[in-house]
T-cell receptor, first 114, second 113 residues
Framework: QKEVEQDPGPLSVPEGAIVSLNCTYS??????FMWYRQYSRKGPELLMY????GNKEDGRFTAQVDKSSKYISLFIRDSQPSDSATYLC??????????????FGQGTILTVHP | ETGVTQTPRHLVMGMTNKKSLKCEQH?????MYWYKQSAKKPLELMFV???????ENNSVPSRFSPECPNSSHLFLHLHTLQPEDSALYLC????????????FGPGTRLTVT
């Protein structure tokens, strides 16, 4: 069993749709939960992070973490063609080192068509 | 230059060649990372350097040899690679004490023939 499971898609939605991206994980030591966005021919960039359980909102993006179910989500409201990218979930445990050994999901390819 | 830069952006090498990938970060970070990104697979952490010292080696074959001469530069020396090593190699850096935030370079697309 993979430590982090993410549906690779691809996911294709019309402009303006609400997009839901999800990951499940098995390691209960994970404390930080991140979403990275990767455009074609670019490296991943951090979109949002959440510490422990709860919700976090940033503009059109909302991240949710349910540690009891080991399930995280990213919602994109009013999706735009510029949101077309690969979305990677990532997780890391809570301490022990000053750097992070991130564990990534496979990534979901999202296309928003006009 | 800003952020994390990587050279070359594309590399084609034969199985008997020796080549090196270079990464430079202009962010003042202390930790640097090498990742491998293959199609249909998650990013795989290869090496971590913290304050120039290698702190993690994720069971990477010895044909990959990292080098970190200072906190701003990271190299990945390649020799006797296999076709299955063809992938996107990403370098990243992170600030001290921030476990969740890593800044990635654009990657080197490596093809082994």
């Amino acid at each position: 069993q993979k430590e982090v499971e993410q549906d690779p898609g691809p996911l294709s939605v019309p402009e303006g749709a609400i997009v839901s991206l999800n990951c499940t994980y098995s390691n209960s030591a994970f404390q930080y939960f991140m979403w990275y966005r990767q455009y074609s021919r670019k490296g991943p960039e951090l979109l949002m992070y959440t510490y422990s359980s709860g919700n976090k909102e940033d503009g059109r993006f909302t991240a949710q973490v349910d540690k009891s179910s080991k399930y995280i989500s990213l919602f994109i409201r009013d999706s735009q063609p510029s949101d077309s990218a690969t979305y990677l979930c990532a997780m890391v445990d809570g301490g022990g080192t000053s750097y992070g050994k991130l564990t990534f999901g496979q990534g979901t390819i999202l296309t928003v068509h006009p | 230059e800003t952020g994390v830069t990587q050279t070359p952006r594309h590399l084609v090498m034969g199985m008997t060649n020796k080549k090196s990938l270079k990464c430079e970060q202009h962010l003042g970070h202390n930790a640097m990372y090498w990742y491998k990104q293959s199609a249909k697979k998650p990013l795989e952490l290869m090496f971590v350097y913290n304050f120039k010292e290698q702190t993690e080696n994720n069971s990477v074959p010895s044909r990959f040899s990292p080098e970190c001469p200072n906190s701003s530069h990271l190299f990945l020396h390649l020799h006797t690679l296999q076709p299955e090593d063809s992938a996107l190699y990403l370098c990243a850096s992170s600030p001290q004490g921030v476990r969740y935030e890593q800044y990635f370079g654009p990657g080197t697309r490596l093809t082994v023939t």
